[in-house]
């Protein structure tokens, strides 16, 4: 777990720095710092809007006297994707759009689900009730 932790906050943002670098150098640095801004921007926007909808659909679901187990993974994949869309980077909003986009998302969402099943079958997830 901590060479995970280690690698996520060391390599991860070497590698982000490496191609902001590369692509300043090559668009400008004005143009980098701009495309960096648009998209933490738009993918803000669009986490917002579909935020909203997560949230409707599962306020809608509990009237009806529903679990709603997938709007509630839908809006932790939301909030994952907005906050890697506001992080300066390439590979965190390449990331974080995948997230928030509905057709990446349901196929991230349902590998998800594969894996927490799978981890549940072989006990390595256990739920207590108190």
Do not use: C
């Not at 996520?8 to 692509?23: C, G």
């Not at 701009?34 to 738009?42: C, D």
């Not at 992080?87 to 965190?92: A, D």
């Not at 509905?102 to 997830?125: D, M």
Request: proline letters at 3%; glycine letters at 10%; a positive charge.
């Amino acid at each position: 777990m901590f060479l995970r932790l280690f690698l996520l906050f060391t390599v991860v943002p070497a590698i982000e720095l490496f191609l902001i670098i590369k692509i300043g150098q090559n668009i400008g640095a004005g143009n980098t710092i701009l495309l960096i801004l648009f998209t933490g921007v738009l993918g803000a926007y669009y986490a917002r809007q579909q935020g909203f909808r997560v949230v409707s659909s599962i306020q809608w679901k509990m009237e009806q006297g529903e679990v709603p187990g997938d709007d509630l993974v839908n809006g932790a994949l939301l909030l994952v994707g907005g906050a890697l869309l506001i992080t300066p980077g390439f590979i965190t909003d390449i990331i974080g759009f995948s997230l928030i986009f509905p057709l990446t998302r349901e196929i991230l969402k349902s590998a998800i689900k594969k894996e927490f099943e799978k981890r549940i079958r072989e006990g390595r997830i256990r739920f207590h009730r108190y």
